[in-house]
Every structure is written in structure tokens, then in C-alpha cells.
């Protein structure tokens, strides 16, 4: 797969609204999960799955912005 490939892909899942609905839900579930948590193994569970939501998102994001032609400098 070649990075404009990847960079499409990419564009077309944060283009779908369905990807930005689903890792909130995602999200907010594991934030009341870690709110909740009874044990210091539930907290860090849902801890780190807040953590891997919004790194998937972040890396999503940077694989579109890393691929996008560059434009040169103004003269």
C-alpha cells in the first residue's frame, strides 16, 4: 500500500461518521467504566481502553495529515 493510499483510507474514515460515533462510544463507555471501577484492575483496564480510543483516533489523524501533498513556501 502506497501513502497516498493510506492517506485516502485514511480521509475516509474520519470522512464517515460512523468511525467518529462509534470511538466515542467507546470512549465515554470505557470513561465510565474507570469512574466506576471497583478494583485497581478495572481501573487500569478501562484507563488504558480510553487510551487506545483516542490513540487510534490520533494515528488515523496523523496518517492523513502525513501524506497530504505539501505546498511550497510563498516567495
Not at 485516502?8 to 474514515?13: F, G, I, S, Y
Not at 461518521?17 to 471497583?38: C, G, Q
Request: hydrophobic letters at 45%; a neutral charge; one cysteine or more.
Amino acid at each position: 500500500m502506497t501513502d497516498k493510499e493510506r492517506a485516502a483510507l485514511a480521509e475516509q474514515l474520519l470522512g464517515n461518521p460512523l468511525f467518529h460515533d462509534i470511538l466515542a462510544k467507546i470512549e465515554r463507555d470505557a470513561t465510565e467504566a474507570l469512574i466506576f471501577a471497583m478494583t485497581e484492575n478495572d481501573r487500569v483496564t478501562a484507563q488504558w481502553r480510553v487510551r487506545a480510543a483516542r490513540s487510534f483516533r490520533a494515528d488515523c489523524e496523523a496518517e492523513a495529515r502525513n501524506t497530504q501533498p505539501r505546498r511550497g513556501a510563498p516567495a
